[in-house]
């Protein structure tokens, strides 16, 4: 229990909260009038400016609640509490407007953004306010208990939202940081390869540097050629990250295993690949972005296009870019949201973006116009340093 209050106690402030959204202008624009008229009409308020007064002390601070979470909250329960005080105690009717219900969105927002310490501290004196104003009401126990349960309310759904929140951002960096380890490893791989090469024509021109100079001289050319292709692709995914994890010696799939991929999932389906353009003459990391969203595209078509009995994969190189269109016919399209899909060896639609969006590509994937899945990408041919 202890480690548990350490730490809410810890929680830090949410970042970057929303300064003034549009709806809570208009709940303010809204609610100003409406306390106006209730003051005026209502025959039970005995002093109606003051308790339009406080009521719309109450309706104001929402435009800071997202901001200053505590504070407004101290000042709305205040004013409350006053705007009810103020007759009880001059032996009158309780002058608190209905309006000031909108008190409660302050507990949702002191427990949605603020810090573990001021959340702690703000119902501490949330209920304060309560007890103290029914007990001098003299309010029965049960109403007590009842309204205690109707203010911690908002807390209890601020805080579910907040870390209903927190969990899909730190799923979506999860993604974010496998795609990055899995670039790391292909560039990995793909300079051992390359370095490989180089050392095998060094070990071949020194063996003949004495008998055959020139041939050397082409030797060496190839060396060059080799070590720029490699420092082209480190430069381009230098920020690439990695957790430290030793890299894989799978080799690495491109363009030219598309048709073994697509023959594997023709089982029941109708798969049509097309390539057009010089494709294959694309830089390693492009390479294999372009198998990897052919390759959870047409997984999720396997597992989730139901009733799919055509597939169409288009693969086409022109100009600067290269472009990618993955389309099917089956019904999951309609109704079913595969942005959501996680799977394969990708990490579903957010993991093929984040690597396409890593190489400076855009990828969009949805309903197709003519029913069926649509997912369409398009990559630089060459990818440069970011």
């Not at 309310?153 to 974010?176: D, K, N, T, W």
């Not at 694309?282 to 597939?311: I, P």
């Amino acid at each position: 229990m202890s480690g548990v209050v350490r730490a809410v106690w810890a929680e830090p402030r949410v970042p970057a909260p929303p300064a003034r959204p549009w709806w809570d202008v208009a709940v303010v624009a809204a609610l100003l009038p409406t306390a106006f008229i209730e003051g005026i009409v209502r025959d039970d308020v005995v002093w109606p400016l003051y308790s339009i007064g406080w009521a719309m002390v109450c309706v104001v601070a929402v435009l800071w609640r997202a901001r200053y979470p505590l504070g407004m909250l101290l000042i709305v329960f205040a004013a409350q509490t006053l705007a009810g005080l103020g007759p009880a105690a001059a032996g009158l009717d309780d002058g608190t407007l209905y309006v000031t219900a909108v008190v409660l969105l302050f507990p949702y927002s002191l427990a949605r953004w603020d810090s573990g310490r001021h959340v702690t501290v703000g119902v501490v004196v949330l209920l304060a306010f309560h007890l103290g104003r029914e007990m001098l009401n003299r309010s029965p126990v049960t109403e007590v208990l009842a309204g205690t349960g109707f203010l911690l309310f908002p807390v209890v759904l601020g805080a579910a939202v907040r870390f209903g929140v927190s969990a899909r951002q730190r799923e979506a960096e999860q993604v974010r940081m496998r795609e990055r380890e899995r670039l790391a490893r292909e560039l990995h791989d793909t300079v051992a390869h390359h370095v490989s090469g180089i050392l095998v024509q060094a070990q071949a021109g020194q063996a003949v540097a004495g008998a055959d100079p020139q041939r050397a001289l082409g030797v060496l050319g190839v060396i060059e050629k080799e070590a720029a292709r490699v420092l082209t692709e480190m430069r381009a995914l230098v920020g690439v990250l990695r957790d430290g994890t030793d890299a894989e010696r799978s080799p690495i799939h491109g363009v030219a295993d598309l048709s073994t991929l697509v023959a594997d999932a023709a089982d029941g389906l109708r798969v049509e690949l097309a390539l057009s353009g010089d494709v294959e003459n694309v830089g390693a990391a492009v390479d294999a972005a372009v198998y990897r969203v052919v390759q959870e595209s047409v997984t999720n078509t396997r597992r989730h296009a139901h009733g799919a009995t055509r597939l169409t994969v288009g693969v086409r190189a022109g100009g600067d870019v290269v472009h990618i269109d993955v389309v099917d016919d089956g019904a999951g399209g309609r109704g079913q949201h595969r942005s959501s899909v996680r799977g394969g060896t990708g990490h579903g639609i957010p993991g093929m973006r984040e690597r396409v969006e890593l190489l400076g590509g855009q990828l969009e994937a949805g309903p197709g116009p003519d029913g069926g899945w649509a997912v369409a990408a398009t990559i630089p041919r060459v990818v440069t340093s970011r």
